[in-house]
Antibody, heavy 121, light 108 residues
Framework: EVQLVESGGGWVQPGGSLRLSCAAS????????MNWVRQAPGKGLEWVSY????????YYADSLKGRFTIYTDHAKSSLYLQMNSLRDEDTAIYYC??????????????WGQGTPVTVSS | EIVMTQSPATLSVSPGERATLSCRAS??????LAWYQHKPGQAPRLLIY???TRATGVPARFSGSGSGTEFTLTISSLQSEDFAVYYC??????????FGGGTKVEIK
């Protein structure tokens, strides 16, 4: 079964750090780029970051540059998001999502259940 | 950045009725448009990509249309499991990937 399982969320004070993990199974991890997407309370989905499996390209939402770092461990089939200098507005459920191209169409076709992050004093 | 705008924010529909959801892009995105379904406590689910191609396992009652800047997701006959929030998302020009604000389809 193709599956993504996030972990590492929790409560942290403003200015603190967390590392989120996303364990992949049931597919060849190295064949797919990966994304992080978040949903703040009462809000919609917001793309956070992307890492390519083929080129190593990495992208971030402009609001996050310099605070978050995305990386992978192919040996563990895992995706990570290191979050530093956390702010109240980073409070959200964080989802990892697999990239798949169908011809020239980019999709996020497999998603995890999400891990909640609460930033509060 | 391409801004995606969805309407209405909430759609009240009776089971068995048709639901029509709209999505507008601030710039032309061709057919580089996907739709996702999201239920509380669950993972988002890919429904449509390429503006009109159903993802694997998606029932035929879901259909997408449009190109350029105007898109529509139609659910032909709402089933109980279809009540959820629906998001459009463009991948024509990224980063960033951008989502619309969502349309909540609720039971009337």
């Amino acid at each position: 079964e193709v599956q993504l399982v996030e972990s590492g969320g929790g409560w942290v004070q403003p200015g603190g750090s967390l590392r989120l993990s996303c364990a992949a199974s049931g597919f060849t991890f190295t064949s797919h780029g990966m994304n992080w997407v978040r949903q703040a309370p009462g809000k919609g989905l917001e793309w956070v970051s992307y890492i390519s499996s083929s080129t190593g390209s990495i992208y971030y939402a402009d609001s996050l540059k310099g605070r978050f770092t995305i990386y992978t461990d192919h040996a563990k089939s895992s995706l990570y998001l290191q979050m530093n200098s956390l702010r109240d507005e980073d409070t959200a459920i964080y989802y990892c999502a697999r990239e798949t191209f169908y011809d020239f169409d980019y999709t996020m076709d497999v998603w995890g259940q999400g891990t909640p992050v609460t930033v509060s004093s | 950045e391409i801004v995606m705008t969805q309407s209405p924010a909430t759609l009240s529909v009776s089971p068995g009725e048709r639901a029509t959801l709209s999505c507008r892009a601030s710039q032309i995105v061709s057919t580089n448009l996907a739709w996702y379904q999201h239920k509380p406590g669950q993972a988002p689910r890919l429904l449509i990509y390429g503006a009109f191609t159903r993802a694997t396992g998606v029932p035929a009652r879901f259909s997408g249309s449009g190109s350029g800047t105007e898109f529509t997701l139609t659910i032909s006959s709402l089933q109980s499991e279809d009540f959820a929030v629906y998001y459009c998302q463009q991948y024509h020009n990224w980063p960033p990937l951008t989502f619309g604000g969502g349309t909540k389809v609720e039971i009337k």
